[in-house]
């Protein structure tokens, strides 16, 4: 705790804590994490059980709410879901301005940030109603506008929702089916990007959450609230990681070569990190990386790639880095990211997929967040105060006298 009156003359005590490493901005009922044990709860439920037992949409409901839906809230909370996949026929032009080539992430930030442009009917945020009819809205949308922004990319048509299959696999029918030829989605390897979806449904106060309320404490409608919580998920050293790793093991690319990249990230002169590994909170295994380890082998299992030469280098890695002191010591373990590229690269997806499909899984979480910020009579317009380090005060010398 600084006394900056001593140092700066303010009337004023608070709370230095840069990276927010130690500073609280919410209480919150969602997500539970224990770090050092590698725990992970949504409303009590340990990570684990739900993505054995559970489905996304479940887990939605879970995290919106808070208790897990009856048989009855459920089918309602999906029909409610599936009657919003569709887009604004209008905003297939809005797509069409964006060059051909930008990153899907780029898209999503601008289109996510429209929405509230084309469903002004849902902004009146101090209605519970109209706030429970953006977060479908948003749940709903999310999926068919990171699909949309993938076949753009890629310039192929967009392909409309099937509102009779399940969510996972709905958005896999719309990355994939081509006009010509409908995808034959694997009911496997929807359950695996199910599961996806679900490690990456929440993880309580993350930047892009943090964004996400500290957007939504001014009182800015849903859509622009995610769409902030969108663009900071973009950083490498957020959700960008999930690509980065990815591109980081396939340009190891052999088992030989780990070496070298174990001492570039343990050199203090170089900026390389080893991507996917450590995590702020998680001192220990993040418990969302076992899962997906497991659902990497059954993937690539089932699409017949076991020996599948970025697995290989990953595990290497893995088992060379937790044996090496300079990672035990930092308490640097894999985290979710490490391994969900590989399986969504096993699945066909690009790179450049893999953090708009943490966006789409992440959005239930922010705008569960973003409701419970909203519902609570503590809650005030975020503003972090500043240690000023700047010049004391001085007078304005004219241009010519300089
Ligand atoms: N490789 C090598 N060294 C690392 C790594 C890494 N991946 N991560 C941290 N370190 C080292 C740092 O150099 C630092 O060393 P020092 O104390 O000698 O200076 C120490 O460990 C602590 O690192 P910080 O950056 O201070 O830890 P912080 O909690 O602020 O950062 C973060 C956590 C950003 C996740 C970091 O571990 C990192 O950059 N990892 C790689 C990117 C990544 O995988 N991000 C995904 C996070 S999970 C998610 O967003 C879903």
Known sequence: CVDIRKLYGQADVFTFDPGFTSTASCASAITY???DKGELWYRGYPIEQLAQHGHHLEVAYLLLYGELPSPKQMEDFENRVTRHTMVHEQMHYFFRGFRRDSHPMATMVGVVGALSAFYHDSLDINDPWHREVASIRLIAKLPTIAAMAYKYSIGQPFVYPRNELDYASNF??????????????DPALARAMDRIMMLHADHEQNASTSTVRLAGSSGANPFACIAAGIACLWGP????????????????????????????????????RLMGFGHRVYKNFDPRAKIMKESADEVLGILGIEDNPTLQVAKELERIALEDDYFVQKKLYPNVDFYSGIILSAMGFPTSMFTPIFALSRTVGWISQWTEMLGDPDSKIGRPRQLYVGQDRRDYVPVANR
């Open 172 to 185: 896999l029918h719309m990355c994939f089916s081509v006009p010509a030829e409908e995808y034959k989605v």
């Open 237 to 272: 050293a957020h959700g960008g990681a999930n690509q980065a790793c990815l591109e980081m093991l396939q340009e190891i690319g052999s088992v030989d070569r780990i070496p070298e990249y174990i001492k570039r990230a343990k050199d203090k002169d170089d900026p390389f």
């Open 33 to 35: 994490i224990d770090g």
